[in-house]
């Protein structure tokens, strides 16, 4: 069966490298054009076997069990895994955009923890392509030979991911820059992906039909493209630069527009760490705490008040770049990937907050209607504060033992049709918001912040975002009525949130008291013990 439904997908794919190899121009780009089809038809086979092999471990190995029981569970967590497993082997073994996909789903906070534990370890590195094929493609942007560019051009890249890599250089008037070079032939290898794995989710949609992958891949095909147009990437950069002029700590690279076409950026070159190399920071009495604060307060103004959110943050897109004394600022790198908000979307997502902060029950269902997920909007506060929609703690307090029982009860009678509905229903800004959220919390889950930092940080940056309405054409007398309200309505979640701050630091400081305690404990403890 596997057999029959392999043969259709490689032919098409072979028709699809064929109709590119006869579209291109003979030479350079044509061999470009033959490799990218040899590699594949090579990498869809795979993907095939793979994809086959999941389907049917899902189909075989929870047959005849009884959806809601314990049983059924424990088996699907172990399918769960087994597929994580073989996924996961798969975009190592493929590169490239396969290893882009598989860290697009494993920072969906929506799939099976399975998924998401598994596929995180993949690292965006690639072998780098050799430096005559990096010249070539610089010198055919350019029209110029390597040299009359730069003054100095490192043949060896300082980083290399799925889709380009980045050379040290210096230009002529001795001004160090970093340039990212396409690898050759991407575009083409990309519509050979892509088709592939269109073809594959259909088929899995056509035998499990409650799992519907195809906006999922839409966003993933809709972001890449937009990471291979290295001009666009360019421009988000300056925009992003723009938004945070009169922010002293973040730092975006000024871009050189005369040598950056759609496979060459040119940058300045900024010196800095990956932002979770906790050695790099001790080293540099940097406090890992304010680190933390700074970055999640970078990316909660883009949310919540620019509405402009860079959609790949992990740790080698962040850099940490000492000022001394303690001092730093975070070098803000790869701008391929951004969402432009929908502004209802982003002040209504203000507004979530907002209710989430005040526990307004009825507030979260009525935004979820708007949102489109209906009864699933109950599952806001636990998606985003760690609370279930019945709680009565304070924000960045942990759930009680009761509540954590009734969500456990809940959770236990959802099925992937419900996940699969849940995420079908979000609106596509969403996406964006779940993954960059997804990847911030595992940064400062490394950072070892508090998570209070995160939830007040977001609380505060909402209650701006809101103040950024646009102004209501009215009389004078209502807008000074509306602007009194709004400030009265400030006040009052601003007073809420520095509460629910210092009842974090008091919880925190508590911890703290109780583990000292008990380790004197402990040491007199063993103490005693060595004097009897």
């Known amino acids: 069966m596997l057999r029959r439904r392999r043969a259709p997908l490689l032919l098409a794919a072979a028709a699809a490298g064929v109709a590119l190899a006869a579209s291109s121009p003979t030479g350079e780009n044509a061999r470009s054009v033959a490799s990218a089809l040899q590699h594949g038809v090579a990498r869809s086979s795979r993907a095939v076997y793979t994809i086959g092999f999941v389907v049917a471990d899902y189909k075989y190995s929870l047959r005849g069990l009884d959806s809601g029981s314990a049983d059924y569970r424990a088996k699907l967590s172990d399918v769960h895994l087994r597929s994580a497993k073989k996924l996961l082997k798969l975009c190592e073994m493929n590169g490239g955009f396969y290893v882009k996909a598989g860290q697009y789903v494993s920072s969906l906070r929506q799939v099976p923890k399975e998924y998401s534990s598994t596929l995180s370890s993949l690292q965006d590195q690639a072998t780098p392509s050799k430096f005559q094929d990096i010249k070539i493609v610089i010198e055919q942007n350019f029209g110029k030979k390597l040299h009359e560019i730069f003054l100095e051009f490192d043949e060896h890249p300082i980083a290399a991911a799925s889709i380009a890599q980045v050379h040290r250089g210096r230009l002529h008037d001795n001004q160090d820059v970093a340039i990212k070079v396409q690898y050759p032939g991407l575009e083409q290898r990309m519509k050979i992906d892509i088709m592939t794995m269109s073809f594959l989710s259909k088929s899995v949609s056509w035998i499990f039909p409650d799992y519907k992958f195809d906006r999922m891949l839409v966003e993933f095909e809709k972001s890449m493209s937009m990471e291979l147009d290295f001009t666009l990437e360019a421009k988000n950069s300056e925009r992003t630069a723009n938004c945070f002029r009169k922010n002293g700590v973040v730092k975006v690279p000024y871009v050189f527009w005369q040598l950056t076409t759609r496979e ?14 906790l050695d ?7 406090s890992p705490t304010k680190v933390a ?3 999640i307060e970078l990316f909660g103004e883009m949310v919540f008040v620019h509405g402009f959110v860079h959609g790949d943050p992990h740790p080698g897109n962040i850099l940490v770049s000492p000022q001394g004394n303690g001092k730093f600022s975070l070098v803000l790198l790869d701008h391929g990937i951004y969402r432009e908000l929908d502004q209802k979307f982003r002040l209504d997502y203000c507004q979530l907050w907002k209710a ?10 009525e935004l979820g209607e708007q949102f489109g997920v209906g009864k699933y909007a109950k599952y806001f ?17 942990q759930m009680s033992s009761e509540e954590q029982r009734r969500l456990k009860e809940d959770l236990s009678s959802l099925g992937m049709d419900d996940i ?7 609106p596509r800004d969403f996406y964006v918001i779940l993954r960059t959220d997804g990847l911030l919390r595992s940064i400062l889950g490394n950072l070892g912040a508090p998570r209070h930092v995160r939830l007040l940080t977001y609380a505060k940056c ?8 646009p102004k209501l054409e009215s009389g004078a007398i209502n807008r000074m009525f509306l602007q009194v309200k709004t400030n009265i309505s400030y006040l009052h979640l601003r007073v809420l949130i520095e509460i629910a701050g210092l009842l974090a630091k008091v919880n925190d400081v508590k911890h703290k008291a109780v583990d000292k305690l008990r380790r004197m404990f402990q040491e007199i403890s063993q103490g005693l013990h060595l004097l009897m």
């Open 264 to 277: 060459v950026l040119t940058m300045e070159f900024c010196y800095g760490h990956k932002v979770n190399d």
């Open 280 to 286: 790099f920071l001790r080293r540099e009495k940097i």
């Open 293 to 295: 604060k700074a970055l």
């Open 356 to 365: 989430l902060i005040l526990l307004d029950t009825k507030k979260i269902l």
């Open 381 to 397: 506060p636990v998606i985003f504060t760690g609370r279930t929609i019945e709680s009565k703690s304070a924000i960045g307090t």
């Open 420 to 426: 699969s509905s849940f995420m079908e229903a979000l």
């Open 462 to 469: 909402a209650v701006h975002g809101l103040e950024k309405q």
